[in-house]
């Protein structure tokens, strides 16, 4: 039995995926009370941005040469992802004694500094980003963020060679 998938199809299952992973996230943000640090909202806003992209492919349904550049710039998407994920999983893992000080949160940083020095002191870390508060099968939230990226990107280059079929 073999299954056919449509680019329309992938893009859908990629948008349900990131969607879920949003919804997640409110979850163990507003009924288990794992407030996000900063890396934690960026690595949001990028889910966000793949589950539009992800329902933008899939109502636009194109053929091959759209369905690479939607794939590629999901990918992209995904390693910007992973990249913050890796950060924030490599906070998580320093010596206790190596571990910034908590800093102010991302709203302030955002109203406070420059854009470019906001984003600077967001991915130097703070005491609270490197906190595991929650574990399911041995992974922080950041380590299955970092996995999910890896999968959501696998997942779009994997559409783009199913379009070559």
């Not at 490197?130 to 779009?156: H, N, Q």
């Amino acid at each position: 039995m073999k299954l056919d998938l449509t680019p329309r199809l992938g893009y859908l299952a990629g948008f349900l995926m990131s969607g879920g992973l949003i919804a997640y996230a409110l979850f163990l943000q507003y009924y288990e009370y794992q407030n996000p640090c900063p890396l934690c909202i960026l690595q949001r806003v990028v889910y966000i941005v793949l589950m539009v992209v992800f329902l933008i492919g899939a109502l636009h349904g194109p053929r091959r040469t759209g369905v690479y550049v939607y794939s590629a710039l999901l990918t992209v998407v995904s390693l910007v992802g992973a990249g913050i994920a890796t950060r924030h999983v490599w906070l998580q893992h320093l010596p206790k004694d190596k571990v910034p000080e908590c800093g102010p949160g991302l709203n302030y940083m955002l109203d406070r500094f420059p854009l470019v020095e906001a984003f600077a002191k967001i991915f130097r870390g703070s005491g609270e980003c490197a906190e595991v508060g929650w574990k399911l099968l041995g992974l922080s939230v950041a380590e299955w963020s970092l996995v999910w990226f890896i999968l959501l990107g696998a997942w779009a280059v994997y559409i783009a060679v199913a379009a070559r079929r």
